[in-house]
């Protein structure tokens, strides 16, 4: 009787020690399938244009995940930029840079790039040097990007290309579209000084043929600057068409961060 008891008591606590065991895989295994659903939910909604679903999903894969977290900033700052909300997609695409292995790098630089590529174009009218600067740091974001994660003829190598090629040229037709302004401003200051000249004394009209050949050669010069003028004016509505076209719908170029992981 003794012995069928210690048995049973001994059987009942090895149950007990199982039931904890078992209780505990589930949970852990419930935190793992969780995590993993909304790593994946984020890659799944904003495949479908469901660019604040895929943003929640992000921020509970950040507050449930220690490891691999940079997942879950790229993929936040990727929905974010989708959607316009380009300052704090800056935030989390540079968090992700700062943590993400070398191999997936050169994913956030492009998606951050590009961000960096839209903050320049929303205060180029305001602030030329600032956009200037934002130009810059895009296209050094892409420069500084490890050759392990971009091996030639790779698809990373040839949106950095694109990307690069993209930036390039709207800060050239930025910085012509400047300097047609300041060449403008230039020329209407000459021409007002030159109004002034004019009316000050009559008398400089009856001056000697020599003083006729230098206004002639200044009317060339004018020409020249009236000319050169024109053809940075022309460069700046290239760059304001070609950006234009690259905007949302557009078919001249990207209109949207690279999907998440």
Known sequence: MNRITATWSKMRRLTRINLIIGFALLLVFGYVAVTAYFGAASQVRYSSNDFPGAKKASTAFLTLSPIQRHIGYYNRGTAEAAVGDFEAAQGDLESALEITPVRDECAVRINLSYVYEKLADEVADQDPDQSDELYDRSLKTLEDAPEECQPKKSEEKQKSNEAKERVED????????????????????????????????????????????????????????????????????????????????????????????
């Open 170 to 261: 709207k800060k050239k037709g930025q910085q012509a579209k400047n300097e047609g302004s300041d060449s403008g401003d230039s020329d209407g200051s000459e021409g007002d000084e030159q109004q002034n000249g004019e009316s000050g004394d009559d008398s400089k009209k009856d001056q000697g043929s020599g003083e006729g050949d230098e206004k002639s050669d200044g009317s060339g010069e004018k020409s020249e600057q009236e000319k050169k003028r024109e053809e940075l004016k022309k460069r700046a509505e290239d760059s304001e068409r070609e950006q234009q076209q690259q905007g949302p719908g557009g078919d001249g170029g990207r209109s949207a961060p690279d999907k998440p992981w």
